[in-house]
């Protein structure tokens, strides 16, 4: 046994022979160093790069609002990004005039007129749900293109103005680099089962259901 081992060895035994108890400092500092090893290894394993099927979905809100912040991290890289809205469209956001700064770089088109129970008129929304579905074949297939967000298409699938199987067919046209998000509550099952990447928003609590509260400047829109 060699000198540093003894030197080892007398810092871990006690009197008597037995191990020191291990500090709380020592211990955390032991346990950080095997996660740091295992998370380095996980790291290093996964090294493919591709563009992923991103799916928000869920009766909760925030759905809209993560794939913006796909949007905003995307443009802080300098890529270029597209915005779609299916469904919403009534109004303009907030967030529709915060991403003019970027010029160019963000194209944002609000394709509906409003949620369907302010329409009223089935044959009007499937047109337009249409035109949305051309003009995102449009930067789908655009390799300059690096994110397009198709805001409440789920939607648009559940109500039955666009098939699931036509979504999935344009989103194979790709290039293989390019991401999309796809937004909305109900998103079907096909659809689900072939994103790379899928979160559901529960709702828990509600301001506008539970105390009465209107939609508010910031936070709805």
């Not at 000198?3 to 291990?22: I, R, V, Y």
């Not at 930067?139 to 666009?162: C, F, P, Q, T």
């Amino acid at each position: 046994m060699t000198k540093s081992d003894l030197d080892s060895q007398a810092t871990d035994l006690g009197m008597g022979g037995h191990l020191a108890p291990e500090s709380d400092e020592a211990g955390y500092r032991r346990r950080m160093e095997r996660r740091q090893q295992v998370q380095r290894q996980r790291v290093g394993e996964r090294n493919k790069e591709k563009g992923l099927v991103m799916v928000f979905t869920g009766h909760g809100k925030g759905k809209t609002t993560a794939a913006l912040g796909l949007v905003l991290r995307t443009l802080g890289h300098g890529e270029r990004v597209a915005i779609v809205q299916f469904i919403k469209g009534g109004w303009e956001p907030g967030e529709a005039r915060a991403l003019q700064t970027f010029g160019d770089q963000v194209h944002w088109h609000a394709l509906g007129e409003g949620f369907t129970w302010e329409t009223q008129d089935r044959a009007r929304d499937q047109q337009l749900v249409e035109e949305a579905w051309q003009t995102s074949l449009r930067y789908l297939r655009d390799a300059s293109v690096r994110l397009v967000v198709l805001d409440e298409i789920n939607v648009a699938m559940k109500l039955g103005y666009i098939e699931a199987d036509t979504v999935i067919a344009g989103l194979e046209e790709r290039p293989p680099l390019t991401h999309v998000a796809l937004t909305g509550r109900g998103a079907p099952e096909l659809l689900v089962s072939r994103a790379d990447l899928v979160t559901e928003m529960t709702l828990i609590h509600h301001p506008f259901r539970e105390q009465g509260v209107k939609a508010q400047a910031g936070i709805e829109f």
